[in-house]
Structures are given as C-alpha cells and as structure tokens.
C-alpha cells in the first residue's frame, strides 16, 4: 500500500502539491479566524466540551484535538484541557494518544493534497535538510517535535517529505511524549 493518493498522478502532485498544500494550510486558518474557532477553543471550552460529554469525553476529546489542531488551534490549548479534564497520570495518556491521532490525521490528509512534493525540490537547502531526515529519521522527528510539539507548519512539512507514515507515527511519539510528560508533572505539581 503506499502513501499516495491514487487520484493524483506524481508530476501532476509534484508541480502543484506544495501550492495545494499551502492553500489548504492558508484556508483553514483563515476559516478558523472567520469563524471564531480561533477565539473561541479555549482551554476551560474544550475542558468544558470534554466533561460534558461524559462517558465519550475521551472519543470527543480526540476529536475535537485533531479538528482543532488541523483549524491551526495552539496544541497546547488542548494538552492544557486535557490534564484539567483528566488529572495528570490519565491526562498525559489520553493527551499522547490525542496529539498522536493529531498529528497523524494532519499528516495523512497533507500526503493526499501535497503528495512528496517537498523531497522533489532541487533546492541545495532544502536536499540538505531532507538528507538529515532521509539518514536519521528518528533523531530528527523526535528533535523537532520536542521543540516545536504540534506546530501546524511542522505537520505539514513533515508530510510532504519523503518520511512513510508508520515512521512519522513512531518518531513523533519519541519527540512528544517528554513534552507532554513535562506538562503531565507541571499538572500535577501545581494542582496535586
């Protein structure tokens, strides 16, 4: 199985993707401004949200998460919420698995819009920083998403590389279990 679209062929994907890709990244952050989802996904909202929901909290939580995440909403709104919702052992779990389903949602839906398109730019720059992620994916994903968690620019980035899904998977939970760790004990030392 590959991680193409089938519906768009690869020089079609590779000439366009990248401008695809942008306009989708553009588009859902100007309709997440226009519609106020911006404004109004808020840490005690989506904790709100969460709670509410009772028994499907957790389903709801994820939810909300990767749509909030993909609307460009501060990952860290949603870590914040959680380890309100859920404590901070449970809320650093359900926190992963979410930023997880995140990440991996923005991933596959970048990949069917933006194709590789990133791995075909001849830009001396950009080969060199793909080498780095082509040699040692795991350092590099991990790093990267230890400094920057859930930044919509790296998600999308990260896509249209050459990087295969299932790697992309296992490096981003290496880079993204210290950060939510550390959030997780800062929970808990404030509120425990």
Known sequence: MTDEAPCLNSSWRQRYGPWLALLLFIGLFAVSKLTGVWDRLDTETVRSAIVAAGAWGVFAFILIFALGE???????????????????????????????????????????????????????????????????????????????????????????TNISFRDHLLCSTAGLIAPILAASVFFDWIFG
Do not use: E
Request: proline share 4%; glycine share 8%.
């Open 70 to 160: 993909l609307m460009h909403v501060p990952g860290m709104v949603f870590v914040a919420a959680g380890m309100l919702a859920y404590g901070g052992t449970l809320g650093f779990v359900i926190c992963l698995v979410a930023a997880l389903v995140s990440v991996s949602a923005s991933f596959v839906i970048v990949r069917a819009v933006g194709g590789r398109a990133l791995a075909g730019m001849r830009s001396a720059f950009m080969q060199r920083m793909l080498d780095r992620l082509d040699k040692s994916p795991a350092l590099t994903v991990a790093a990267l998403r230890s400094v920057f968690w859930l930044a919509p620019p790296l998600n999308y980035a990260l896509a249209m």
